[in-house]
């Protein structure tokens, strides 16, 4: 998955809002949840919805965020916190705070990666999830 736009420069990604990279990194890891979903095959259509909305509602993302933290960069970890910190305007119904907080640092994560073109990293780190425990979802 390439950006559509031309990698940005770290510092660059960095400097832009936590809560922009966690708009991006939404789309950008339900896209690649829907397209593991779908290729996998022996999803029936039926069950893609419910079965993506395992992986991208907040408690599910943050899991994810639990599952990948030992394993990030010194700036992944600096881009999840600067997400995790980040005053959002509201949160979800049926989602605590930690856990939304957790979902977006995990959600800007994903969008710094994409937005400075770390696609390989970012499949990487989506691998960690989806292998976690072989579970359909998380």
């Not at 999803?43 to 394993?71: N, T």
Request: proline share 6%; net charge positive.
């Amino acid at each position: 998955m390439t950006p559509p736009c031309p990698p940005l420069a770290e510092a660059d990604a960095a400097g832009l809002s936590p809560i922009v990279l966690a708009y991006v990194g939404d789309s950008v890891y339900e896209l690649m949840v829907r397209s593991y979903l779908a290729v996998r095959g022996r999803v029936k259509p039926d069950e893609l919805h419910r079965l993506s909305v395992g992986y991208v509602k907040a408690s599910a993302q943050s899991e994810s965020a639990r599952l990948i933290k030992d394993r990030l960069t010194a700036d992944e970890e600096a881009q999840y916190r600067r997400g995790r910190n980040a005053k959002a305007a509201s949160r979800p119904k049926g989602s605590g705070t930690l856990e939304y907080r957790r979902s977006t640092g995990f959600e800007a994560l994903m969008g710094y990666l994409y937005l400075t073109g770390n696609t390989a990293r970012l499949s990487e780190v989506f691998s960690w999830i989806v292998g976690a425990d072989g579970r359909e979802g998380p």
